[in-house]
C-alpha cells in the first residue's frame, strides 16, 4: 500500500515555448468593448499544419489566407507566458487540431486572449514549423547566422498586423474534452482543452508546495498517476508543469483524486500537461491507492527458505511484477521490483534512475519466525551514488496491507550490503553475512528488504539474490 511523503519527486527540464515566468500575476482588466475585426477565415489550420515542416517556413500565399482558432490557454494566473494556444472548433465530429502562436506579449489575458475567444491570423508573412507535434506560428529567431532557426515571438509591435482578437468567445463546454490520463499525454490532444479524469497526484508530490523553491529553476514539474482500479498505462511521465511565477504557487498539492482541466504541452519528446489556474484542478474524492503492493499466490511460512528468483520469468521495466512466494510493493511511486538477468542468472533489481519520482519499494518475505535460524542474502550494486537498502523484520504485517501500519525492526547494521561501484556494476555479488533470528521472535513473520531512491538524488541500482533463512 501506498503511503504519502513530503518530499516531491521532481523533474527539472528545459523550458521551451510552453512555460517560463512572467514579472507579475497583477494583471490589468481586458477591455469590455470589443472592436470585431470584421475578418473571414477562408484557410483550413489543417491544410497550415500539412504543408508545414520541422524547420521555419515562410508563408506566402497570393491570396490573404485566414486561418481561426479559440484560445484554450490563459495567463491570467501566471502559469503560461509568451504562447497562446488555441484550436480548432469542428463541426462535422472531427477531432479539433491544437495550435501555438508565440507573441512577445506578458499579458496576454489583458488583449482578451482569454478561454473561448476567437482569434484570427492573416498568414501572409509568418513563419510556420511543426514543433514537437504541434503546429507553432510566429517569427524567425535565428540569433546568429550559425544558429539553428526555429519559430520565435513575433515583436510586440507587430503582432497586431497578423492577429486579431474577435468578439465571439464560445463556453469552455464547446471546445472541452473529457480525456483519460493514456489519450492525454499523446501528440493528438496538443495545445487543446482538456480534462483528465480519474487522476491524482503522485505520492511523491502531494504535500508539496506547486513550485518547489528548494528545486531551483524556472518550474516545477509534478507527476499524476492513474486513479482508476487497475491503474491505466500512459506514455511519457505524466508531468503536470508549474511555473514559479504563478499566482497559486505556494499551495498545497492535494493528496484526492479527480480531474484536472488545462493544455497539454511538449517540450521536446516530453509532454507537460499545464493548467490556467488552480480552479483547473478539480480533485476532491478519496485518494485511490493505484500502485497496490503485489501480494503473490504462494505465500508460504516455513522456517526456512532459499529465494534464487530462477523460478519467476524476467521482465524489462519496474511497472509492476508478481512474485509468487513474496509480497512486492510500491509502497512510495509508482515503480517495483523487477526479476532480471545477467550471465544466466536471475536475481531482483531496483533503481530510482529515470524513475521521474520518489521511490520506496519493498520486497517482503514470508516466514515461521524459528530463534537461532539464520537469515542472509547477496546483493550487487551499480552506478552508486548513495546508500539505498534497508532490511527490517515484522511480526504484525499483513501481505498487502500498509507496511507503514505495521511495527519494523530495522536490523540494517546487521549486514554488509554492496557498495562502491559507481562508474559500473560489481563483478561478484556481496554475501550480506548472517543474522540470526533472536530468541522470544516467533510466529509467522515477514523479513523486509526496502529501497529508498529519487530519480532527482540518489539512483543507485541494486540486485539481490540467494535470500535465505537456514538452520
Known sequence: MKSIIKKSALLLLALGLTVSCVNSDDYSAPANDCVDPGLVANKAVLDVKNAATSSPVLYESATEDIIEGYVTSNDEKGNFFKTVYLQTLPTDGTDPIGFAIALDVTTMYGYNFIPGRKVYVKMNGLYTAVTNGILTIGALYQPAPTDTPSVGRIAEGDWKKNVFVGCEQVEESELLRHVTITQAYTNAVLGTLIEIDNVQFADGSVGRKFYDVDSGGGATNHALVSSSVPPLSFAGDGIIRFSSFASFINETVPAESGSIRGVMTKFGST??????SQSDIHLSGPRVDAYPALVGANIQFNPTFNETFESYPTTSNYNGQTLANLVNDANIGSK???????????????????????????????????????FSFQTKDGFNNGAVLKVYYSTNYVAGQNVDDATLVDITSNFTIASGSTSGYATNFTNSGNYTIPAGVTGNGFFLIKYTGNSTGITTTMQIDN???TP
Open 336 to 374: 517495483y521490483w523487477s526479476v532480471r538477468t545477467f550471465s544466466s542468472n536471475k536475481y531482483a533489481q531496483f533503481s530510482s534512475f529515470n524513475s521521474n519520482q520518489s521511490n520506496t519499494v519493498y520486497l517482503a518475505f514470508p516466514v515461521l519466525m524459528t530463534p537461532g535460524n539464520k
Open 467 to 469: 535470500v535465505k533463512v
Open 271 to 276: 509532454f507537460q500537461f499545464m493548467v490556467r
